[in-house]
């Protein structure tokens, strides 16, 4: 059966990261709702200017629109095969959606928590930055690109600091977390489809627990 992969986790807990490591690697669709709504606040509209000042706010966005999108961009034929996940469910509603979805879809859910400790996130968090070109993930502290802020695979273009990667949003990010997304652990705990993987290593020493958990070995 195939498989919808939920990478759960804190903001700057490597969601992105992994996800990326998995459509390289097995083929599946990273669908980022984050990413997509950053992509939705470029545009020009009274929507695009809801979400900017909504993600700009660390707060989350309204549960009908996200629901919407992710029924949208999942049935398109891409996702046939399974896809993964990052950054949905974030609430008990969306969780419930995705219940329905994946049942109407013919595919299981398997979640993965990537569990990192509250005092690493933030420097994860200011310190990333992202190419608006290839959407490759650097952080400065951590991962940093050859160059000083710019791409290694595209030195033309400025890499982006996100405006909701500042200490003060990222306080209310990580309370967003704790208040709306965590019991959504418990809701995947208790049916026994929630797997931890220790988030504090490196990208590669995580990806082979989360791929191991993906691929079911
Ligand atoms: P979203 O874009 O999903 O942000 P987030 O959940 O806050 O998560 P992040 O993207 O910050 O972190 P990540 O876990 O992807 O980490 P990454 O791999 O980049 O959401 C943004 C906003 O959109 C929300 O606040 C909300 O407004 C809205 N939204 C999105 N989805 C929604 C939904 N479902 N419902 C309602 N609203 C929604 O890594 C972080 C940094 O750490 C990087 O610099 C990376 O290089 C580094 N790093 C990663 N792994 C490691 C490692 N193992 N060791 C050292 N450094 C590492
Ligand atoms: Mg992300």
Redesign the pocket.
Known sequence: MAKIVV?M????????????LLQDRTGLPQI???????AIAQEESPLADE?RA??????????D??IRI?RDRTNRPDCRNGYIL??????IK?AEMLEALAKEQGHELVAVL?D?PFD??E???T????CPVCGE???????PPKTDEVCDRHPEVKLMH?S??VPEKVR??LE??EQQ?RPLLDYYAATGRLHRVD?????E??YRDVERIVLGQ
């Open positions: 990478l986790g804190a903001p700057g807990a490597g969601k992105g990261t992994q996800a990326r980022s709702t984050g990413d997509m709504f950053r979400v909504v993600q700009a706010s660390g707060r989350l966005i309204s549960d629109l996200v992710v990052d950054g949905f469910p974030r609430t969306q990537i990192v690493v996130l420097k994860r968090m310190g990333r930055r992202t993930i650097y952080n400065i502290y951590f991962k996100r909701d990667d209310v990010r967003t977390y997304t988030g504090t290593r490196t990208p020493e995580i």
